[in-house]
């Protein structure tokens, strides 16, 4: 596997835009996530049915789909010209806003009938029960999940390949076209996917850990 250090450097800007996009997608996709679940949860009937349309749109529809959408035909029936960086954010940002709503809706009502009763009878507001006692308690709730759909965000960026996106898979696939050696290639990629996830999912357990509910979870002897 000597060969790949003459494309390292390749490889680093690779993967360095594979953690750009993985990052930006996870960031504002959960800010996107906390407002369509707060939105599905406590809104009103248009404003649920607006976002589960949203919703089962990135959840039911290919990722690799979603992509051609919106860096080929959104462009063409507007007769205008798009980044493809651009087109990859808002791609990913979408999509895992639409995945960690699931996510964050489940761990609010999780929380949410005998904490909000509880806050209510303190004095405080509707809105400042959500923001101070229902999200705090949810989102240490949502760790592991949130877990996952990093995972999976991350290994979901290698079809950025198909707006021509120069992350880590594709410069895998231009490596193994011009040397002839496939196998060592790909296999070095799935190295560098397994080392980056395998190190942020042991930091984010040890997060859960120190900040997980006492009792959530466990079952009553």
Do not use: H
Not at 116 to 123: I, K, Q, T
Not at 137 to 161: D, G, H, Y
């Amino acid at each position: 596997m000597y060969f790949l250090l003459r494309y390292m450097e390749l490889f680093l800007n690779g993967f360095i835009l594979t953690v750009i996009l993985t990052v930006i997608g996870l960031s504002v996709g959960f800010v996107i996530g906390i407002l369509t679940a707060i939105g599905d949860v406590y809104g009103g009937k248009i404003l649920r049915i607006l976002i589960n349309i949203y919703v089962e749109f990135f959840r039911g529809s290919p990722l690799v789909a979603q992509l051609f959408i919106f860096y080929y035909s959104i462009p063409t029936l507007f007769n205008t010209i798009v980044d493809p960086f651009t087109v990859g954010c808002i791609v990913f940002i979408l999509n895992s806003g639409a995945y960690q709503k699931g996510y964050i809706k489940g761990a609010i009502e999780a929380v949410y009938a005998d904490q909000m009763m509880a806050a209510r009878s303190l004095g405080l507001t509707k809105w400042q029960a959500i923001r101070y006692v229902i999200l705090p308690q949810a989102l240490r709730i949502l760790i592991p999940s949130w877990t996952n759909e990093f995972c999976s965000l991350t290994k979901s960026t290698s079809v950025a390949i198909a707006i021509t996106l120069r992350e880590v898979t594709t410069i895998a696939y231009i490596v193994a076209a011009q040397t002839f050696r496939p196998l060592e290639t790909y296999a070095f990629v799935g190295l560098i996917y397994f080392l980056w996830i395998f190190a942020v999912v042991k930091v984010l357990d040890i997060v859960y850990k120190k900040v997980r509910i006492p009792g959530f979870g466990e079952g009553v002897a």
